[in-house]
């Protein structure tokens, strides 16, 4: 067993021992868990710079993660299902997302716990630190990884500022910095492009340096930029520069798959909690932490030490096609570039060959090789559609035909979404980054859905009970089109602004040694794009395809997956990273004949609240009957509905 210790912080009854229905009360334990993995052992030949990585007496390579559970009290009360939640940049995610809580790095209220999904369910919930670039403040979690002496090499970062600023720092948002080797590096680079797609111009060297300002004075610093004249809002620039003494960046995939495995097998006398208490183990990843658990199949680091699967089931959710810097010397984690590593092919499950570089691969090529894979559950929204990749995990590398999910997996678009769960009311600006656009903001919530996919994915698992059939935009049948063909319809919409530039994933070249983990071309060589579609719209510009949830079987406005950038923050034609809009329809007839709306309005469709609550009731039924929601959220879907009526009643 690659953990060797669990040295607990704190243990303690949640919300004093009140219990969460069938399954009864639960308790919380926060600590460090100590890893120590063979360097030599082969399934860990992939992870990059692991050899270089100082050894312990026993000539294993040891790290520490921050750790946190939560389990029944009484084992014989939980379902025996682990879901192991990868947090995203150090944050827990699970809790927001499938109990529609408030996120918290410590739940102990509760509003904490939401409506007590997972809970009620008899889940055995748990995080573990994976990220080295992940600072400890305000309850964050990371990993304690050694660093490779000798391992030097090239780092990318890219900014996009929101605001005026004259320093960053050498990482994404609030991410430990690699630092500069040198602060006079020569080789170092510093490019600027006005909007998306736009050419790159160099900055002078000497117009910027590794500094920062420090009682208002600059001072050099190895970990930040400082520019001359100013960082200007919306433009984006791309700084490289040499590093060396990489941290071992790969081991955060060992992290979580141990964690696992230590929770799921791992004997009382080792410290493991859930001793004898758990049959099966699911592994979610949301966004950043999808794209991880992409990678991860991708390795085949599912598999631990000893052989074994570890997990039963894989969630990436919101991840796209794409992978990261997970397995990257200087690795960024969090870096979200379209032009990074984490935009290699390939995309689909199964092998794929790509026709202009004549590359074969498959996501899951090494798990197939060994015989054994876990079953899948790839979601997405409409935002990683738009954004231009999320239609390559089932289209070929040529854009011409569709490539069904194999048996052992489904793929589902949750239609009309935006990248995380819609807020009522929209909120001014996107609450990680500060970043606003045009239009309000979509209001769609789809937690509902991911709480059935998670209990059919269960059931799957469980008792061998199908799940619904995959649900996406297909080229066969018309309902996969490219985004530019939706423009003429959404530009009729009143006060609309259609995109200016729509990005799509490119073919890049980092260099010979990129598989390895080691890149040499930054930025990349960039080559032909790959073709990418999004989801056929209605007359009301709702999508036609997709798990509908309620918002878009009753609807009071179209709910897009886009949302251009503010012209206050600069390159108002570029798409928002994340977010989605709300474009209410006109309220009544006499204003929709004023404003030339070709939608039909509120009153026209529902005639009143009550109409439209009982249209709202229906469509969450048939959600139920169709297996994409569950019975107890009937009451609360239809709850929202009167909410979100009364929200663009009042004007979005």
Known sequence: MTVTALDVHARSLVLDGRPFGAAGAYEKIAGTLRFAVDPGHPVHASICDLGRAPRNAEGRVAFAGD?????????????????????????????????SAVRVPDPSTAE????????????????????????????????????????????????????????????????????????????????????????????????WRFARRRDGRLTADASYVHLEGGFAPGRIYDLVYHATDSPVVGLGLLAVRDTAAFLRWGEP??????????????????????????????????????????????????????????????????????????SLFPFTDEM?????????????????????????????????????DASLVHTDAEGRGDVEPPADARVYLFAGTQHTPGALPPPPADPNTGSRGIHPFNVVDYAPLLRA??????????????????VFPRLADGTAVTAESTAAQFAAIPGVRFPDRLARVARLDFGPETAHG???????????????????????????????PVELAAPLATFTGWNPRHPEQGAPGDLMQMMGSTLAFPRTRRERERCRDPRASIEERYGSRAGYLVAARAAAEALVGAGHALAEDVEAMVERAGQRWDVIDKGV
């Open 112 to 207: 904490d716990f939401g409506n007590g999904f997972l809970m009620r369910h008899g889940w055995t919930v748990a995080w573990i630190g994976w990220q080295p670039d992940v600072p400890r403040v305000d309850g964050l979690m990371a990993l304690d990884v050694p660093r490779a002496p000798g391992a030097s090499g090239l780092v990318r970062c890219e900014f996009r500022p929101n605001t005026p600023v004259d320093v960053l720092p050498l990482a994404d948002r609030y991410h430990i910095p690699h630092p500069a080797a040198e602060l006079d590096d020569p080789g170092a680079r510093l490019t600027v492009r006005e909007h998306a797609g736009a050419p790159a111009t160099a900055v002078p060297r000497a117009a």
């Open 269 to 342: 006398a080792s410290g493991n909690p859930c001793a004898g208490a758990l049959e099966r183990a699911y592994v979610i990843g949301v966004s950043q932490t999808g794209r991880f658990l992409r990678h991860l199949l991708y390795l085949g680091l599912d598999e631990d030490e000893q052989g074994r699967v570890v997990f039963d089931a894989v969630v990436p959710h919101v991840a796209g096609a794409r992978r990261g810097e997970f397995n990257l010397r200087f690795g960024q984690p969090s870096l979200n570039a379209q032009e990074s590593v984490g």
């Open 518 to 548: 080691v890149v040499s071309e930054l930025p990349a060589k960039i080559g032909a794009q790959f073709p990418s579609y999004v989801a056929a719209v209605d007359a009301d510009g709702n999508e036609t395809v997709g798990i509908r």
């Open 352 to 388: 794929q060959t790509d026709p202009l570089s004549g590359q074969r691969d498959g996501l899951l090529a090494r798990v197939t090789a060994r015989g054994r894979r876990p079953r899948r559950l790839t979601i997405n929204t409409s935002a990683e559609y738009w954004r231009g």
């Open 67 to 99: 750790f946190y559970l939560l389990r029944p009290v009484d084992a014989a009360r939980g379902n025996g299902s682990l879901l192991l939640d990868v947090p995203n940049r150090g944050r827990k995610v699970a809790l927001g997302m499938l109990n």
């Open 453 to 470: 996919a998670l209990t059919n994915l269960d059931r799957w698992v469980r008792e061998g009970v199908e799940p619904p059939p995959s």
